[in-house]
């Protein structure tokens, strides 16, 4: 692993995660999370970021997908912050817009400390087909809790898409893709004028 590595469990009465990030790895990743259209979500992340990933997640799914996702997503979170460390040298701000056949997901987001969540991304509300179906009003809690656990600024708007499925893939591919180029290392210092993010 690189020195941007971490490495952290996340156990309650809902959920039993463990997650390795390394941010500068080879695009692999081993997903498990019972969710297997979640995982396809989680396996684009690491592929288009650029990072190395490992996510074994097991929860409480006869009851309800939501805590499983959005516990994965504070992990997730805590896990980014953590490799980062004090962001010195890394580009912070970034942006894309990545299409999936006739979805396109804008992206912009900021390494900034601050968490926010701009979440401007309504498909049509079919859940998406596999076993166990998949419900895609989820996404918005995963990045919700990624955003607030990683302390970054994170936008998201829909410009257009009819499949639900290329609509939530096109936004993971663009959060990768940007995530790629925001923690890419270009200078020395932190990229702020009060000295820290």
Not at 52 to 58: E, Y
Not at 63 to 87: M, Q, S
């Amino acid at each position: 692993m690189s020195e941007r590595q971490s490495q952290r469990q996340r156990s309650t009465t809902e959920t039993s995660i463990s997650i390795t990030l390394d941010l500068d790895g080879d695009g692999q990743s081993e997903v498990s999370t019972g969710l297997p259209f979640f995982d396809h979500m989680l396996a684009q992340l690491a592929r288009h970021g650029g990072w190395k990933l490992s996510v074994a997640a097991d929860g409480d799914l006869a009851v309800d997908a939501h805590h499983t996702v959005e516990d994965t997503g504070i992990l997730l979170g805590e896990c980014l912050r953590e490799a980062l460390g004090d962001k010195r040298g890394v580009r912070r701000f970034a942006s894309s817009a990545v299409p999936l056949d006739e979805a396109l997901v804008e992206v912009a987001l900021d390494l900034s400390g601050r968490p926010f969540l701009h979440y401007d991304v309504d498909p049509p509300g079919e859940k998406v087909l596999g076993d166990p179906p998949f419900d895609p009003q989820l996404m918005e809690e995963f990045w919700r809790a990624f955003v607030v656990a990683a302390r970054i600024t994170l936008h998201l708007v829909l410009v257009r898409g009819r499949n639900t499925h290329h609509i939530l893939e096109s936004a993971f591919k663009g959060v990768a893709r940007s995530l790629r180029d925001a923690v890419r290392l270009e200078g020395g210092g932190v990229p702020s004028t009060k000295g820290t993010l």
